[in-house]
């Protein structure tokens, strides 16, 4: 009989955690390969994590709404069907286990990702923005009890820490006690002044007037931490651009019914912008790049994610990889398939991975522009705003003249970092120019 670890998956390249939801398996259950054990859930998506194996579950890890890191154990298999109860491995059974993995700290010291409890114990993003946000200094943090998984510090408990301060049950002392006892982690300590988002306005108790007060729902919470995240750790800039998209718009008409007929598939504006968006990320890749550190990270892969509502009204970003290596209808494929697996729930946590830029389109809610927040780890996203009719000098042969034009406007936020106005503005005039210049007689 054997033993298999079930990991905590990856998720996407900035993913560095995910919460437990719902666990599908108990300890005793039989589980076939490939059968749900858990469903879990990032900024990104929902998911559900299957077997890797067909067994007993031995034992989980974990609790429902903990939050643990990728690469951690949440539960172990038997695999050879024996009831859970039964006894530890024979002598000479290969027990199967793999190691935690390390993360690297600010300092380029390996730090285990699994809590350890004490001074240099594990704090994830989400509890260091909170404690950030309300003032907490790590020595405070530090004295705070957890209830995670070995004494780890969760959202529930800083959560009440913070209530119960604010009550009067806690004395704010034992920081300050705390910060002369326990000598501070300085990696550890860099890294919560990283991760830390602007400061956050104390929550009010009292609220005058006629309110109704909503509580966030779990995906607007993350998606919240991760929009502030972005703004303080990229300083966002935007360019603008107008586009005569008259010729693109009169062609999608002209062969749009043709097109849904021969492809089983609508054509939208979206593969078409996609598509100009391509070609100008190969005239300037520095667009399609990350920043890790003082590195810049030039990805050669052209994955572009396309914002998407999903029916909560929240946003998604779904990712169609290798958009370089599609043509028109190949795109339309993609965008459709994933713009309706997210109106349906469908998305997998593969379908949000990889993205090197986003595309999202205001416009889609009659928004004229936007100045949208970069999807980290990426350094730039383009929006592309609704499409009007307005009169516009159209110059001619026999000279200038007003005229009706389709006119759309581009907007570029982008990582200041790496990308200066120059680029940025030229990037963006340059899918201004590929739409513009959209050739009205091209063939489906």
Not at 115 to 144: H, M, W
Request: proline share 7%; net charge neutral; glycine share 8%.
């Amino acid at each position: 009989m054997a033993l298999v670890d079930l990991v905590m998956p990856k998720m996407g390249e900035s993913i560095m955690e995910a919460t437990i939801l719902k666990w599908h398996k108990q300890p005793g259950d039989a589980v076939k390969q490939d059968e749900t054990v858990l469903e879990i859930a990032t900024d990104k998506v929902d998911s559900e994590v299957p077997s890797i194996t067909e067994g007993v579950v031995e034992e989980v890890l974990y609790k429902v709404n903990d939050v643990v890191p990728i690469g951690s154990v949440i539960a172990r298999i038997r695999t050879n069907g024996a009831a859970a109860s039964s006894g530890p491995a024979v002598a000479g059974t290969q027990v199967q286990t793999s190691p935690l993995p390390h993360r690297p700290d600010t300092t380029g010291n390996p730090r285990p990702a699994q809590p350890t409890g004490g001074p240099g114990r594990f704090y994830s993003p989400l509890v260091l923005n909170i404690a950030a946000g309300e003032g907490i200094p790590l020595s405070e943090l530090e004295s705070i009890p957890g209830s995670g998984n070995e004494g780890r510090v969760t959202k529930k408990d800083i959560l009440q820490y913070l209530a119960d301060r604010r009550s009067g049950t806690v004395s704010t002392n034992i920081g300050s006690s705390a910060r002369s006892a326990v000598p501070a982690a300085p990696a550890l300590t860099q890294r919560f002044q990283e991760n830390a988002p602007l400061p956050a306005q104390s929550p009010m108790t009292v609220y005058s007037g006629n309110v109704e007060i909503v509580e966030m729902d779990r995906m607007r919470r993350l998606i919240a931490d991760h929009m502030v995240r972005s703004v303080h750790t990229s300083p966002h800039v935007t360019s603008f651009a107008e586009a005569d998209v008259t010729h693109l718009v009169h062609w999608r008409d002209k062969v749009k019914k043709e097109f849904e007929k021969r492809e089983n598939t609508k054509l939208t504006f979206t593969p078409l912008f996609i598509e100009a968006v391509v070609r100008c990320i190969k005239k300037y890749p520095l667009i399609n790049s990350s920043v890790d550190g003082d590195k810049i990270i030039i990805k050669k892969d052209i994955n572009i994610g396309m914002a998407a509502a999903l029916p909560s009204g929240n946003l998604i970003v779904p990712v169609i990889r290798n958009a370089d290596q599609l043509n028109l209808n190949g795109l339309a494929r993609q965008v459709n398939t994933l713009a309706d697996n997210a109106r349906q729930n469908k998305l997998k946590p593969e379908d949000t991975q990889g993205g090197t830029f986003t595309l999202t389109n205001v416009g889609s809610f009659g928004s004229l522009m936007g100045t949208p927040i970069i999807n980290q780890p990426q350094v730039a996203i383009l929006a592309v705003g609704a499409i009007k009719k307005r009169p516009v000098v159209l110059e001619t042969p026999e000279g200038d003249a007003i005229v009706i034009r389709h006119m759309m406007y581009l907007s570029l936020s982008y990582d200041h970092r790496i990308v200066d106005g120059s680029l940025g503005a030229t990037f963006c005039s340059a899918v201004a120019r590929e739409l513009e210049n959209f050739p009205v007689d091209r063939e489906l």
